[in-house]
């Protein structure tokens, strides 16, 4: 019998081998030797399998039937092989020989026919096959080859025709979510829900511009993409799945890769990567999405750090993984709010100018976007927490700066928190990014210090509190309400005695009232308030009130 080779679906192309990497060729479905041994027309035959046991998972390519000697010359790999044994020979010595060549070419399975040839096997063909663990199977009844022959081919049709129906479904999925209008973002999100496993984008270069990992396995994840990646940055992924995607300004190539980390990839991890590169490639040619890319994965490396989804532990060396880091280990944590208005995509260019200068300055950065766009995260390697003050300066000229470049005239507030070491780091961001956002209600200034505004922060996290903003009303409501009745405000005049330390001359200077004027507004702001503007207490609790003010989502006015 001449041997067929199976058909190749021209939807599905193999690559072309490019080292040091490990191409992924075309996904063959596992039509596995245990799978065929099920099959009807083989358990006619009363198999007994003799040698191999624990390979039986060996993935079947095509079946053959041949009885010549040197059958491992007409093979190609991963066929299960049928024979009534003529060609294998009489003597030991040949028997062993023909054992190693079928090993050596990786052969799925011998499958021996019992009758005239051979009434039982021989030992040392026996012995041969369990040395080199090839799997031996033994036909103890007469089965017609080529019914198994069709059967098994048939069964291995049908499942490549099942996974190129799979493929389509799965590139439907991802071409929906680019017409909804989403990115490379979500692309990668559902396809490492496909894949099961992580996914990971890189430029030519063998940087990381984004992943997406299932639920629960960041840390590993990027664990796993780091150690394995030799020491010039570029990856083999010998144990992973590897797709080309053109990535114009990044090197050249870059690759879309999955990982084996929460399981085994199969066939349709190898489709799913195919078209999902194909996408990529799309999207990238679409909107050039390399610079948002990269401010995303590190906004969310700075998110899941700030919300403490990422340890302490682990957080230093993702970093690292995503290209920062600092000699001396001392941190700069920053958060800033921009109400410009801007796509993401113009907000990651603001990014990338701000890194350029804050590098210009020999300072190490790790900025990156949260999922609103405006808000920023970054960490700045300090080399003296001494020198906290100049770098803060520095940092908010660049931010200015890039923004006013990128986005147009807006007011950027900019929160700095403390110096801090890699293991406080999360919530010291977390404290800069509440400051920065509760800092919107504050005229602009150069940046804010994070120490200086705790009552402001905690003020605004409590701001859909129904409390808070029943305590506003109660202690303000009064006021606020003849203010939308009365031309003469009392409000600022309030807000100006509270921000002058209660003192009355101080307020006078502020509002340009003459003495009488301000006596006269403050004796109807004790009336409507029913409350004494000299006694401490009370002013406390009218101070916590004009403080909470903007931020309560309720103040009654």
């Not at 996914?199 to 394995?228: I, Q």
Request: hydrophobic share 45%; aromatic share 4%; glycine share 8%.
């Amino acid at each position: 019998m001449t041997l067929v080779d199976p058909p190749v679906s021209p939807r599905l192309p193999a690559l072309p081998e490019v080292e040091p990497y490990r191409p992924l060729a075309a996904p063959t479905p596992r039509i596995t030797v245990a799978d065929a041994l099920a099959l009807p027309v083989l358990r006619r035959g009363l198999p007994d399998v003799v040698s191999g046991a624990d390979h039986l998972s060996r993935p079947i390519r095509w079946v053959h039937a041949g009885e010549v000697a040197y059958m491992a010359s007409q093979l190609r790999g991963g066929e299960l092989l049928l024979t009534t044994g003529m060609g294998i020979g009489r003597k030991a010595v040949d028997q062993r020989r023909f054992v190693a060549g079928l090993a050596e070419l990786g052969l799925a399975a011998l499958v021996i026919e019992l009758g005239p040839t051979f009434a039982e096997l021989p030992g040392p063909l026996v012995q041969a096959a369990r040395q080199h663990e090839l799997v031996l199977v033994a036909l103890n009844r007469e089965v017609p080859f080529i019914t198994v022959t069709e059967a098994i081919h048939t069964e291995i049709v049908n499942a490549q025709y099942a996974l190129l129906r799979r493929g389509d479904d799965v590139q439907g999925t991802l071409t929906k979510l680019l017409l909804d209008g989403h990115g490379i973002p979500e692309v990668l999100r559902a396809t490492a829900e496909i894949v099961g496993n992580p996914v990971f984008l890189e430029d030519g270069e063998g940087r990381l511009l984004y992943h997406a990992g299932t639920a629960g396995d960041d840390v590993d994840a990027l664990d796993a993409w780091k150690a394995s990646s030799r020491p010039s940055g570029r990856a083999p992924w010998r144990a992973g799945l590897a797709e080309p995607v053109p990535l114009a300004g990044h090197g050249g190539d870059g690759r879309l890769l999955a990982l084996p980390v929460a399981g085994p990839l199969d066939e349709i991890a190898g489709v799913a990567l195919q078209r999902a590169a194909g996408i990529v490639a799309l999207a990238l040619l679409r909107a050039r999405q390399e610079e948002e890319l990269i401010a995303r994965e590190r906004g969310n490396f700075l998110v899941d750090l700030a919300e403490g989804r990422t340890t302490a532990a682990h957080a230093e060396r993702q970093a690292g993984s995503i290209g920062f880091r600092t000699a001396s280990g001392h941190l700069l944590p920053i958060a800033a709010e921009t109400g410009a208005p801007a796509a993401a995509a113009s907000w990651s260019l603001v990014l990338r100018d701000l890194a350029v200068e804050l590098e210009s300055h020999g300072l190490a950065v790790l900025a990156g976007q949260r999922e609103r766009p405006g808000q920023l995260l970054a960490l700045v390697g300090l080399r003296d927490p001494e020198g906290r003050s100049g770098v803060a300066d520095t940092v908010a000229r660049a931010l200015r700066t890039a923004v006013a470049r990128r986005l147009g005239d807006g007011v950027t507030r900019i929160a700095v928190g403390s110096p801090t070491a890699w293991r406080d780091a999360g919530p010291a961001l977390r404290l800069a990014s509440e400051t920065a956002a509760s800092a919107v209600a504050l005229p602009p200034a150069d940046w804010f210090d994070v120490r200086s505004l705790e009552l402001q922060r905690l003020l605004w996290r409590w701001r859909d509190d129904r409390e808070l903003q029943a305590f506003v009303q109660r202690r303000l409501g009064p006021v606020l309400e003849h203010d939308l009745r009365r031309k003469h405000q009392l409000l600022p005049t309030l807000e100006a005695l509270c921000a002058g330390g209660w003192r009355k001359a101080e307020a006078a200077r502020a509002l340009h009232l003459n003495r009488q004027a301000l006596y006269n507004r403050l004796a109807r702001i004790e009336e409507l308030l029913d409350v004494d503007l000299a006694d401490p207490e009370q002013t406390l609790t009218l101070h916590l009130a004009l403080r909470a003010l903007p931020h309560v989502t309720d103040p009654g006015r």
